[in-house]
């Protein structure tokens, strides 16, 4: 089946302690990015990735690393995470220019 | 530098009335345009998308979407609303370099 999988889908952290949330899919796109939703304030992108090894910053990237070593994953790292940082995370990949598919989103609580 | 606004917060609507969501947008080039669905507690789902030829897109579940260059809008719509419709609507541009921009959203409530 056709997906983009994230881990975990539930987190609460503490301020500080670095944590990573994976991405990966199995349709081969060669683009992805992440995005964070708050109530309001609809999507928004953080960082998107348009092949291995090419990443770009979105509209919201401060506080956020990603990587792309391989082309089936894209992790968001939080070196330091804050709780301005407490959000609803989404990847998704796509094949250049065409119809973007979502995982099933990642709610983060930092205390 | 793309935008989109989405100037309706909530659209309410009655079931079996038509339905319409709006949608403007500034995008550099081309645009390609992208409508999604996310109900509670999950993920966006994809609708319908505006790439070139007919301004008029139909896609998933009813809903078709027209494009209109000169006033740069691409509205939704549903000519009879579902109650299982009720959800969050995003309209989501796209420029040239692959980068995508949502809007704010939409939330639909369709009461029986």
């Known amino acids: 089946e056709a997906q983009v999988t994230q881990n975990p889908r539930y987190l609460i952290t503490v301020t500080g302690k670095k944590l990573t949330v994976t991405c990966s899919q199995n349709?081969?796109?060669?683009?992805m990015s992440w995005y964070r939703q708050d109530p309001g304030l609809g999507l928004r992108q953080i960082y998107y990735?348009?092949?291995?090894?090419?990443?770009d910053k979105g509209d919201v990237p401060e506080g956020y690393k990603v990587s792309r070593k391989e082309k089936r994953n894209f992790p968001l790292i939080l070196e330091s995470p804050s709780p301005n940082q407490t959000s609803l995370y989404f990847c998704?990949?796509?094949?250049?220019?065409?119809?973007?598919?979502f995982g099933p989103g990642t709610r983060l609580t930092v205390l | 530098a793309q935008s989109v606004a989405q100037p309706e917060d909530q659209v309410n609507v009655a079931e079996g009335n038509p339905l319409t969501v709006k949608c403007t947008y500034s995008?550099?080039?081309?645009?390609?345009l992208f409508w999604y669905v996310q109900y509670p507690n999950r993920g966006l789902q994809f609708l319908l998308k505006?790439?070139?030829?007919?301004?008029l897109v139909k896609g998933s579940y009813g809903f078709e979407a027209e494009f209109n260059k000169s006033q740069t809008s691409f509205h939704l719509k549903k000519p009879s609303a579902l109650v299982s419709d009720s959800a969050l609507y995003f309209c989501?541009?796209?420029?040239?370099?692959?980068?995508?921009?949502f809007g704010a959203g939409t939330q639909v409530v369709v009461t029986p």
């Open positions: 349709m081969n796109h060669e683009y």
């Open positions: 998704a990949s796509s094949a250049l220019g065409d119809t973007q598919y």
């Open positions: 989501a541009p796209r420029d040239s370099w692959g980068k995508f921009q």
């Open positions: 995008v550099s080039g081309n645009p390609y």
């Open positions: 505006y790439i070139t030829g007919d301004n």
């Open positions: 990735s348009m092949n291995v090894e090419v990443t």
